[in-house]
């Protein structure tokens, strides 16, 4: 079985690689759950909109928010080997 560390990197391996550097900023952990099967590891991650300006650089730089609101992935893991099952949109309210 993977431990939660694992899963996270799966989870933000796999969504690095699906979208173009720049197109995201500020990828964050922000929750992990086990499923009561034990079968997957539910992962959060959240992120910023993307700013390919020397601004939005500048921002980044300093640690200033980002320009926009952070929205929210789920990773399904197999607890078992680390694949990634599924990538859903997480709505916080």
């Known amino acids: 079985?993977?431990?939660?560390?694992?899963?996270?990197?799966?989870a933000a391996e796999y969504f690095a690689n699906l979208y173009k550097p720049g197109t995201y900023t500020d990828l964050q952990?922000?929750?992990?759950e086990l499923t009561e099967d034990e079968k997957y590891w539910l992962i959060t991650l959240s992120y910023g909109p993307?700013?390919?300006t020397q601004l939005g650089q500048l921002a980044n730089i300093l640690n200033l928010p980002s320009s926009g609101?952070?929205?929210?992935k789920q990773f399904r893991i197999d607890a078992e080997n680390g694949k990634v099952h599924?990538?859903?949109?997480?709505?916080?309210?």
């Not at 952990?29 to 992990?32: F, G, M």
């Open 50 to 52: 993307g700013d390919p």
């Open 29 to 32: 952990l922000e929750e992990v």
């Open 69 to 72: 609101p952070r929205k929210y």
């Open 86 to 93: 599924a990538m859903t949109i997480r709505k916080v309210s």
């Open 1 to 10: 079985m993977i431990d939660v560390k694992e899963a996270a990197k799966s």
